[in-house]
């Protein structure tokens, strides 16, 4: 009776150890060579992939700013003009190598937004990055190395 009671313990406890780690959330993500196909309900409907949805980056012109309402307007390369939210907090928002705030940002400034695209199809910046061209050197207080001195010697060899 007792080698009985512990065969069935023992399967019981070896049945669990098994099942034990297709229910763990470890394991929730699937193998890529598994494809899991799920039905659609009826009354669902598939909609086109809109233009422009999920995430990228935007370099052009500020258009507009509107730092109570938390948005900024930037017109990209391709001419089309793309709003997004400025999440406090969330969003980095810097000029060069310095933190800003959204309305340190000026209309007219070259900017680089990064962002995606949240589930009511907003536009959210990650990050805005106000563009610093270089300020192109002052004659003669900034030379190249080697450039001073470059005058022939006069007559000694």
Request: negative net charge; charged residues 25%.
């Amino acid at each position: 009776m007792v080698k009985k009671l512990v065969m069935v313990v023992f399967f019981l406890g070896a049945v669990m150890y098994m099942s034990v780690p297709a229910y763990s959330e470890d394991n929730a993500a699937k193998p890529a060579d598994v494809s899991v196909v799920t039905p659609m309900a009826e009354d669902e409907e598939i909609l086109p992939a809109e233009e422009g949805a999920g995430e990228g980056v935007v370099t052009g012109e500020v258009m507009a700013l509107d730092a109570a309402a938390g948005s900024i307007s930037v017109k990209g390369a391709d001419g089309a003009e793309k709003v997004f939210s400025v999440v406090d907090g969330e969003t980095i928002l810097w000029k060069g190598i310095e933190d800003i705030k959204l309305s340190d940002i000026k209309k007219n400034d070259n900017a680089e937004v990064g962002y995606y695209t949240d589930d009511a199809g907003k536009l959210i910046a990650s990050w805005v990055d106000v563009i610093v061209l270089d300020q192109p050197a002052v004659a003669g207080v900034q030379t190249a190395p080697g450039a001073a001195e470059s005058s022939p010697v006069s007559g000694e060899e």
